[in-house]
Nanobody, 123 residues
Framework: QVQLVESGGGLVQAGGSLRLSCAAS????????VGWFRQAPGNEREFVAS????????DYADSVKGRFTISRDNAKNTVYLQMNSLKPEDTAVYYC????????????????WGPGTQVTVSS
C-alpha cells in the first residue's frame, strides 16, 4: 500500500516556475514508478510525466517537453515536478500516481493516487 500527498501548487504568473512534490508513505516506494497527471475543469485527466523506479527513465507529454522535469529522491520517498516557463494552459489540478508495473498514459491503470494540488497560471 502506498499513500501519496502532493504539495507545491499555487498561483504564478505566465513565464514563472513552480516545483511540485509528491511525498509517499510505504517502505517499498522506491520500487514504484510515479507519474504526474493534470486535470483542468471540463477536461479529462491527462498524462504529464512519469519516472521509473530508479529515475533512469522518464517520459513527458509533448505539451510539457523542455519545460517540465520529473525527478525523484528515493531516500526521501519523494518525487518532484519542476515546472518552468509556465503558461495559462498549464492551469489544472495536478495529481501524482504510483504503480509497480505500469508507467503509461492511461490514468485508469495507475494503482495509487494523491488528492491533488491546484496550479493556476495567470496571463
Amino acid at each position: 500500500q502506498v499513500q501519496l500527498v502532493e504539495s507545491g501548487g499555487g498561483l504564478v504568473q505566465a513565464g514563472g516556475s513552480l516545483r511540485l512534490s509528491c511525498a509517499a508513505s510505504g517502505r517499498t516506494f522506491s520500487s514504484y514508478a510515479v507519474g504526474w497527471f493534470r486535470q483542468a475543469p471540463g477536461n479529462e485527466r491527462e498524462f504529464v510525466a512519469s519516472i521509473n523506479w530508479n529515475g533512469g527513465n522518464t517520459d513527458y507529454a509533448d505539451s510539457v517537453k523542455g519545460r517540465f522535469t520529473i525527478s525523484r529522491d528515493n531516500a526521501k520517498n519523494t518525487v518532484y515536478l519542476q515546472m518552468n516557463s509556465l503558461k495559462p494552459e498549464d492551469t489544472a489540478v495536478y495529481y501524482c500516481a504510483a504503480s509497480r508495473d505500469y508507467r503509461g498514459y492511461s490514468p485508469s491503470l495507475w494503482a495509487y493516487w494523491g488528492p491533488g494540488t491546484q496550479v493556476t497560471v495567470s496571463s
